[in-house]
């Protein structure tokens, strides 16, 4: 979906995995994106992160999280999630943090539902292709 939002903005864009990521000195900005999964971004996103500081201190850098939680749990799991983010963002002096509503697969059960704070009933998609879209267009005027 953020690929498309780009393109469609005439920002040519390669998705790789974190393990086989692309030399990022070809590029003019960097989108590094993840699940939040146990509260935390995937940890080989921010082993990534962590190895490509340098380059990634070089160039307009979004770190992009896509999270249910975030949007429909207690403010202690978006304040979990947003301490992670910002202790990967805090050494980029050119990066930001987005954070995009997820979906789940299926209902969670009771326990969880109370532990985490999603009131019964609550839509399973959260998912917002208008605000990737906007955030996208927003973005790519940090980039040359």
């Known amino acids: ?21 692309p030399d990022l000195a070809a590029y003019s900005g960097v ?7 146990g509260m935390r971004w995937l940890p080989e996103a921010s082993a990534w992160v962590d190895a490509q500081r340098e380059a990634l201190r070089k160039v307009p850098c979004a770190l992009v999280a896509v999270s249910y939680l975030y949007f429909e749990g207690r403010a202690s799991w978006k304040a979990s999630i947003l301490k992670g ?4 963002r805090a050494p980029l002096p050119h990066a930001s943090i987005q954070v995009f509503a997820g979906r789940l697969p299926s209902p969670l059960p009771t326990p969880a539902r109370w532990l985490f704070g999603v009131k019964k009933g609550r839509p ?15 973005w790519v005027r940090t980039v040359p």
């Open 1 to 21: 979906m953020l690929q498309k939002a780009l393109e469609g903005l005439g920002r040519p864009s390669v998705v790789a995995s974190f393990a086989e990521g």
């Open 31 to 37: 989108i590094a994106a993840s699940p939040i999964h």
């Open 85 to 88: 983010l910002e202790a990967l």
């Open 124 to 138: 399973l998609d959260l998912v917002d292709p208008a605000a990737v879209a906007a955030w996208a267009a927003d």
